[in-house]
């Protein structure tokens, strides 16, 4: 049997909570820290559980290692082209 992803629950209502579409960009490290920002920042204040934000906080960790690394291929491919054409 499949299991249902974690949500939410209203506190006052128990109903659940669902979450608001993403229109965040994420394709700069700037980007992610500027989401990992307001995540601890609603982590702080308590509109999303730290549990939940510990694993959004991960993820968001992978998403930047992803573009890092290909900021990192990209300068590294135009170092060997540089070098094969001298």
């Given amino acids: ?6 949500v939410t629950l209203d506190g006052e ?18 980007d992610v820290r500027v989401a990992l920002a307001g995540l601890y920042r ?4 308590g509109k999303v559980d730290t549990q939940d934000a510990a694993r959004l906080g991960y993820l968001l960790n992978l998403i930047r290692q ?3 690394d290909g900021e990192i291929e ?3 491919r135009a170092l060997e082209q540089k070098g094969t054409n001298q």
């Fill in 1 to 6: 049997m499949p299991r249902k992803p974690p």
């Fill in 66 to 68: 992803c573009i890092v």
């Fill in 74 to 76: 990209v300068r590294l």
């Fill in 42 to 45: 609603d982590a702080r204040t």
């Fill in 13 to 30: 209502t128990g109903k659940p909570i669902p979450l608001p579409p993403s229109d965040r960009r994420l394709a700069t490290v700037k």
